[in-house]
Structures are given as structure tokens and as C-alpha cells.
């Protein structure tokens, strides 16, 4: 499918990978990791093409189609999120114009036993097959089911697209790259913008995907779901497995402990050699047997180690002095944007070395009360902050308000103070910024890298109590790591925003979920939220026995007689349904296949086109039935 070899890429006169080959092929999930820096998103702006090579090839299949998810979208303005979405599907789309303009002109014209008129059925026959074969009347309701998986509601269909943020237009990218059916999938930290419902339900879609897929993220989970293959770039080379990422950090230690314990053994053999050859040289009986080891250890291949970049991040985050008992109070606190009310009537108490996760879909009001709690935004409603505290805040987009044109090193003297300027190169020393790497500019960093800047620049700050709003963007898994560990030994008060199951688990002890303007609180971790939530949703999605305590919080509606009546009879609709589109599909088929085998006697049938065509539009009508009834369904589950 797609053929890398030999491909070496450089930066400044060092090579950020060199000669390094693999082959994509169909049904290949790979997950590319490796540090910030590595060149992970290089690698897939040349596979797109986006970037030139300075050496080596790439191969493709021909016709290979291939999507790329760029960090950086630009819309065109004006279109709203389904058109936008349509775009995926330019082909079905000049067919739709082309079968429109046809059937505009059969009800025009009344020449029907002209040559010309005949043409234009014969061309409506040749337009409809390939827009049925390409999927034209699947592509609508595809594209509502792709964009409700990730995160929209139907009320947002019709929004224009420069009204939403910046990772809901890389969520409309995204549905667009889905909907496209590409032969290869570049995704280059799909996650990042996801909330946790929505990323499970990209892990299903991705994890059916026959294509091949090739995936930068630093969410550990996502990745043990999602890929069967691993490629590492470390060091300017790459490690290939075909295994997902932790198991391929399992295999990778044990096959490292296999070189080092063979290069051992060989250093043995070495040393041995040598001493008889020191032994033997001098004797003149013995010096053809020196002369013959001599030659042996000339042509032996000495076993090399594989180098790993284990160098990682120092991290330890300090509290500046111990606060009151309660760090923050809310009561009936609310937010507005305009006509849409984020959060209504909050009432909230967070009290002190508490640790809590913010979570929900975006757009729910999470980041919205990071921004209250540290006075950024207004409100109404009561908010007090207590006795001595001294909040640290690091922002979703923090990285966006360092200035790149100012060198790390200035960056870091720029926010310092008096008693802690000398400090300054210490902490960036910490941070992987060393010797003259401290004199780049922050507009040549990698987003991971100024991930990492953002957090130093924060410890110049004290603080008691840690607001931090999705951290772990960017950050590669090592990284993720340092910081999930310094946050456990943090003895501050933790409020985290974070999509990341992997860093929340064992993190927090009290997750609050955002929806509809109000907040739900789950006293357990974010396991037992999942749990929790899958049990309230009826999700099928792994479902887990919960304790009897919790059992007795959870009602469902099937335990009421009369919801019991009303599901069954949803289900039995919606299995009606699907019988009479099979039904219809079927017979649609026979009619096909009869204008393909005798398209001249076909079409003498009486009023042939009208019954033709009013299956088409009672097919349309039972696909929006089901539509219906399905989100019906789904709702009233919920």
C-alpha cells in the first residue's frame, strides 16, 4: 500500500531521522511515538506530502487515497457544520448536481420519442447507479452519525462553523477525514480535542477501520485500544513492532536485555582472545594460533545496544503556604455567552489537598469555571476563595501566550523575579532545556516542547492550589508520566480538566461531570465515574458490576411498567423499519438488475421512471424513519 525506504530528513546539520524504512499496509493501526521533538509529526507531513525529503523514497499504491489531520484548519467562512462536513463527499456531490440538472430537464421537455430525450434517461440510469454505488443516499445520514459520535448535536448542524472553537473545527476535520473512506489515515493527535465519550467512540470506529491508519498521540489508553503495530523514532532511528504500545514496551525492554546479555557474552569471548594472543604472541611455536585469533576478532561484528532516549523531565511542584481548610465556595454561581448559558445556579465546595477532575463534553463549561475560579472571566452568582490561597493556573491553549520571538532562556528571565532569577536555567535544565538549546526561539518548538516551556514558566510562580486545564496536550508519554507523578506527590489542592483517562486514573478522588449547565458529583476516581456513567447510559461499552450501594442510586427506566411499554414498542418500530427498508432495497435491486440485463423491455413497462423513482423517495423516507427512531430510542434510553 505504501512503501518508505531509506528516508532521512535534517534540521541544522543534524539528521532528525536517517535511512529509516517501513511498509503501511491494509489493516495496519500504527501508533507513532517517540519524544516531543522526535519528529513523529515531521514524518507524517511527508508521508501527505506537505514536506519534501532529503533523501530516500515513497512508494504508493496507485489511486491510493490518503487523509491528513493537520494541527492547523482553515475553513472556508460562511458554510455551517454540515456543509462543511459534505465536503467529504465531492464526487457524490457533483453527482447529486448532475442527477438534479437530469431530472429538471425530463420534466421540462415533451420531445419523448426523441434521440436526445432517450439519452438523458439512459444518462439518469448511468448518473443514479454511481451515486448508489459511491453511497449517495447513505451519505446524509453517515454524516449526522460521525458528527453526533463526536460530540455534536443536531442543533449545531446548521451553526456556522467560524462560530465554534478551534477544537470543535478539528472535530468537523476530523468527521470529514472519516466520512471520506481514505485508504490511509494520518491523524496526528486526534485526541486532543475529544472529550472521553467521544474518544471512545473514535477507538470503535478506528478499531473497524480496513484502511491503514497511522496515528501520533501521547494517550497510552487510546493507543493499547486502538493500533496492532508500534513505530518508535528514537535517536534518529525507528523500532518496528507489530504490537500495541505497551505491549511493545514489554517486548522492547526484554529484546534490549537480550542484546546487552549477548554483548556480554561477546565481551567475554573478546577479553579471553586477547589475553591468549598476548599469551602466544611472543612464543614462536604459538604464533600462528596468535596470528588466527587476531584474524577472527577483525572479523567479528561486535553486537551493538540499542540506544534509548530515557532522559526525562524533573518535576516537583511546591506549595507555597498551607491555605484554609476551604479553598473555594460557590453558591448559585451562572455564566452567560450571549443567549447560551454555560452554567447555571452552581453550588460548589472545594476543600483543601482535595484532588478533582473536571470532566464532560466540551463546550459544557469546564474550562469556562477554570477561567472563573482564577478571575479571568465574570459571572453571577457568589464566589469566594479561601484564607491564604494562591492559585497556579496553566491553560488549555497556555503554550499560545509564549512570545515566539523571544528565546527560551529570555521567556523564562521575563517571568522570573528577584529571589528566583538565578534559578532560572536550573529549572529549565530540569525541564530538558540545556546548554545552548536555552537560546532557541519558542516559534521553532515542537508543541510538546512548548508544553514543557509553559510548565516552567509556571513553577516562577507560587501557588497552593493547581488549576490546570488539559496539561497533557502535546506532551509526549514519558513526559505525561513525570507530570502525572509530580502531580500525585503535589500536597496542594489539584483541580485538573483533563479527557486523559490514562494520567486521570489514580490522580483524582472526586470527579464532578459538566452537562447542560449543571454539575454531577461521583466520589471515586475516574474509573468509577466511566463505570458509573456506562451503567446510567446503558452503554454497551465493557460493563462492569457495580456495588449494591451504587445499584440503589441508579433507576432505569425499564424498572417502570410504563416505560417498559413505551421501549418495547420503540424497538418493535424501529425492527419494522429496518425489515421494510430490507424489503425495499431488495426490490430496488431486482430493478437494477433488470435494466441491466434487458434495459430496452424495462423501461417499455408502464409509468416505469414514476415507480422507479417513488421507490427511491420511499427508500429516502424509511432511511430518515430510522434515523427517527433510532436518536428516539437512544434518547429515551438515556
Same mark, same amino acid.
Given at each position: ?8 530528513v535534517?534540521f541544522?546539520?543534524?539528521y ?28 507524517l ?24 489531520l493537520?494541527?492547523?484548519? =482553515? ?7 454540515m ?19 437530469? +431530472? ?22 448511468d ?6 454505488i ?5 451519505y ?5 452519525k ?11 448542524f =446548521?451553526? @456556522?462553523t467560524?462560530t ?5 473545527r478539528m472535530r468537523?476535520?476530523?468527521?470529514k477525514?472519516?466520512?471520506q ?10 485526541t ?7 474518544i ?7 478499531k ?5 491508519v ?13 493500533? +496492532?503495530?508500534t ?29 546487552l546479555?549477548?554483548q @556480554?557474552?561477546q ?25 588466527s ?9 561486535r553486537?551493538?545496544?540499542?540506544e534509548?532516549? +530515557?532522559?526525562v523531565?524533573?518535576l ?11 479553598v ?6 451562572? @455564566? ?57 493556573y ?20 521575563d517571568?522570573?523575579?528577584e ?10 535544565g ?36 493547581l ?45 464532578y ?7 454531577n458529583?461521583?466520589l471515586?476516581?475516574i ?6 456513567? @456506562? ?9 462492569? =458490576? ?10 432505569s427506566?425499564s ?26 432495497e ?9 435494466l441491466?440485463?434487458?434495459? =430496452? ?11 422507479y ?5 420511499d ?6 424513519d ?13
Amino acid at each position: 500500500m505504501l512503501n518508505i525506504h531509506n528516508l532521512s530528513v535534517s534540521f541544522g546539520g543534524e539528521y532528525l531521522f536517517e535511512e529509516i524504512s517501513f511498509r503501511l499496509n491494509s489493516g495496519d493501526r500504527v501508533g507513532l511515538i517517540g519524544k516531543n521533538g522526535a519528529g513523529k509529526s515531521t514524518l507524517l507531513k511527508i508521508l501527505s506530502k506537505d514536506m519534501p525529503v532529503d533523501s530516500g523514497t515513497i512508494a504508493a499504491d496507485k489511486d491510493l487515497k490518503m487523509g491528513f489531520l493537520r494541527q492547523d484548519i =482553515d475553513f472556508e467562512q460562511g458554510r455551517t457544520v454540515m456543509e462543511e462536513s459534505y465536503q467529504a463527499f465531492v464526487e457524490i456531490k457533483e453527482l447529486e448536481l448532475k442527477l438534479d440538472e437530469i +431530472n429538471h430537464q425530463l420534466a421540462e421537455r415533451t420531445d419523448y420519442e426523441s434521440e436526445s430525450y432517450s439519452q438523458l434517461i439512459v444518462d439518469l440510469n448511468d448518473v443514479t447507479h454511481h451515486f448508489e454505488i459511491l453511497g449517495g443516499y447513505n451519505y446524509e445520514g453517515e454524516t449526522e452519525k460521525v458528527l453526533l459520535g463526536l460530540g455534536f448535536k443536531r442543533e449545531d448542524f =446548521d451553526k @456556522k462553523t467560524e462560530t465554534f472553537s478551534g477544537g470543535w473545527r478539528m472535530r468537523i476535520e476530523l468527521a470529514k477525514l472519516l466520512l471520506q473512506n481514505n485508504d490511509v489515515l494520518l491523524l496526528d493527535e486526534p485526541t486532543n480535542h475529544l472529550d472521553i465519550e467521544s474518544i471512545i467512540w473514535l477507538e470503535n470506529f478506528l478499531k473497524n477501520y480496513s484502511g491503514a491508519v497511522m496515528i501520533v498521540s501521547h494517550d497510552k489508553m487510546f493507543l493499547d485500544n486502538v493500533t +496492532n503495530r508500534t513505530i518508535e523514532i528514537s535517536l534518529g532511528r525507528i523500532y518496528d513492532y507489530s504490537k500495541p504500545y505497551s505491549e511493545y514496551l514489554v517486548l522492547r525492554s526484554e529484546m534490549m536485555q537480550q542484546q546487552l546479555n549477548a554483548q @556480554k557474552n561477546q565481551e567475554k569471548e573478546i577479553q579471553q582472545a586477547e589475553r591468549l594472543i598476548e599469551k602466544f604472541r611472543a612464543k614462536s611455536t604459538k604464533a600462528s594460533m596468535a596470528q588466527s585469533l587476531i584474524k577472527k576478532l577483525d572479523r567479528m561484528e561486535r553486537i551493538e545496544v540499542d540506544e534509548d532516549d +530515557n532522559s526525562v523531565m524533573n518535576l516537583r511542584f511546591q506549595v507555597s503556604v498551607t491555605p484554609g481548610k476551604v479553598v473555594v465556595e460557590m453558591e448559585g454561581l451562572s @455564566k452567560s455567552y450571549g443567549d447560551n448559558q454555560v452554567l447555571k445556579d452552581i453550588d460548589l465546595l472545594i476543600e483543601r489537598d482535595s484532588k478533582t477532575a473536571f470532566v464532560g463534553q466540551n463546550g459544557q463549561g469546564k474550562s469556562t469555571l477554570a477561567k472563573i475560579l482564577v478571575g479571568e472571566l465574570d459571572y453571577t452568582g457568589h464566589l469566594k476563595l479561601g484564607h491564604n490561597v494562591q492559585i497556579g493556573y496553566f491553560a488549555q491553549n497556555q503554550a499560545e501566550y509564549l512570545d515566539g520571538n523571544k528565546t527560551i532562556l529570555d521567556t523564562m528571565i521575563d517571568a522570573a523575579n528577584e529571589s528566583n532569577r538565578s534559578k532560572v536555567r536550573d529549572i529549565l535544565g530540569s525541564f530538558l532545556f540545556r546548554g545552548d538549546e536555552v537560546d532557541k526561539y519558542v516559534k521553532v518548538l515542537s508543541g510538546g516542547e512548548r508544553n514543557r516551556l509553559a510548565l516552567a514558566k509556571m513553577l516562577l510562580q507560587p501557588f497552593n492550589v493547581l488549576v490546570m486545564d488539559e496539561p497533557t496536550n502535546h506532551l509526549d508519554i514519558k513526559s505525561k508520566n513525570v507530570l502525572k507523578q509530580a502531580l500525585q506527590n503535589f500536597d496542594g489542592t489539584l483541580i485538573l480538566v483533563s479527557h486523559d483517562r490514562d494520567f486521570l486514573q489514580g490522580l483524582t478522588n472526586k470527579v464532578y461531570e459538566f452537562k447542560d449547565g449543571n454539575i454531577n458529583e461521583y466520589l471515586g476516581d475516574i474509573d468509577y465515574y466511566l463505570e458509573e456513567r @456506562k451503567v446510567t447510559d446503558f452503554r454497551a461499552i465493557e460493563k462492569k =458490576d457495580t456495588p449494591s450501594k451504587n445499584k440503589e442510586k441508579v433507576k432505569s427506566a425499564s424498572n417502570n411498567f410504563e416505560d417498559q411499554k413505551k421501549l418495547k414498542s420503540l424497538k418493535n418500530k424501529l425492527s419494522n423499519t429496518e425489515s421494510k427498508i430490507s424489503s425495499l432495497e431488495n426490490k430496488i435491486a431486482e430493478i437494477d438488475q433488470e435494466l441491466l440485463e434487458n434495459y =430496452d423491455a424495462a423501461i417499455a413497462k408502464p409509468n416505469f421512471f414514476e415507480t422507479y423513482q417513488k421507490k427511491k423517495k420511499d427508500l429516502e423516507k424509511l432511511m430518515q424513519d430510522w434515523e427517527d427512531l433510532s436518536m428516539e430510542l437512544e434518547e429515551f434510553q438515556e
